[in-house]
């Protein structure tokens, strides 16, 4: 019903407060959802597997559709947010695929800056 504090933070939680996954990946999820690049498609896998195979680094179509919204221009988000419980969101976890209209702003909404290794 509201955000408690619990994890030792009202709101949203600075960046690397809690310990990376096995990938050194910090912050996959609980948080914010995470926009996404890619332009909303249900039919998405199902495009890729009969392409060839299982999906790796999906780069999604480009354009984006919603059966349920057909007008409105979609991206994903993945990651869940401060305002997910098990009792309400079931796109919690990173691997699920959340959508969003794609001018759409709130509080619990964000996304991810990565870095990838110094050149040598």
Not at 22 to 29: I, K, S
Not at 57 to 85: F, I, M, W
């Amino acid at each position: 019903m509201r955000d408690s504090g619990a994890d030792g933070f009202a709101g949203i939680a600075p960046v690397a407060q809690f310990p990376p996954n096995r990938y050194g990946l910090y912050d996959l999820a609980g948080t914010v959802w995470q926009w996404m690049s890619d332009w909303y498609r249900p039919d998405t896998y199902a495009r890729q597997k009969r392409a060839g195979g299982i999906p790796r680094n999906l780069q999604g179509l480009d354009t984006p559709y919603d059966p349920a919204e057909p007008n409105e221009k979609k991206r994903v988000h993945r990651g869940g947010s401060y305002l997910c419980t098990d009792q309400y969101c079931t796109r919690y976890m990173v691997g699920t695929r959340g959508k969003g209209e794609a001018s759409t702003g709130s509080n619990h909404l964000g996304f991810r800056c990565v870095q990838g290794p110094a050149p040598n």
